[in-house]
């Protein structure tokens, strides 16, 4: 099978972060590398996934779809009554 090609990438980190990653890696019976990548895997994700979001908000924006702030914030602060506003829409 052959090999995926990789990069080696280099990062100072506080020593508290690199002794979790060490005692996580142990823990895990895992190599520091293949927790960093995990870690790193996952953030780029969530950033990939954040920026996907935020171009569909900036989407409904352009498009007029959204909810005026005056409606929200009185529907917010009715949530103290006993009968709170039906969710603006």
């Known amino acids: 099978m052959p090999q995926a090609k990789t990069k080696v990438l280099t990062a100072h980190v506080p020593i508290t972060l690199a002794e979790k990653?060490?005692?996580?890696?142990?823990?895990?019976d895992r190599s520091r590398?293949?927790?960093m990548k995990q870690a790193l895997?996952?953030?780029?994700?969530?950033?990939?996934e954040r920026s996907?979001?935020?171009?569909?908000?900036?989407?409904?924006?352009?498009a007029g779809s959204v909810i005026d702030h005056q409606a929200v914030q009185a529907w917010a602060e009715s949530l103290d009554n006993d009968k709170p506003l039906p969710v603006p829409r």
């Not at 895997?41 to 990939?48: H, I, L, M, N």
């Open 52 to 62: 996907r979001l935020t171009r569909e908000a900036l989407a409904d924006v352009d």
């Open 21 to 28: 990653i060490d005692q996580m890696a142990e823990r895990l």
């Open 41 to 48: 895997s996952a953030w780029v994700d969530q950033e990939e």
């Open 33 to 35: 590398g293949w927790v």
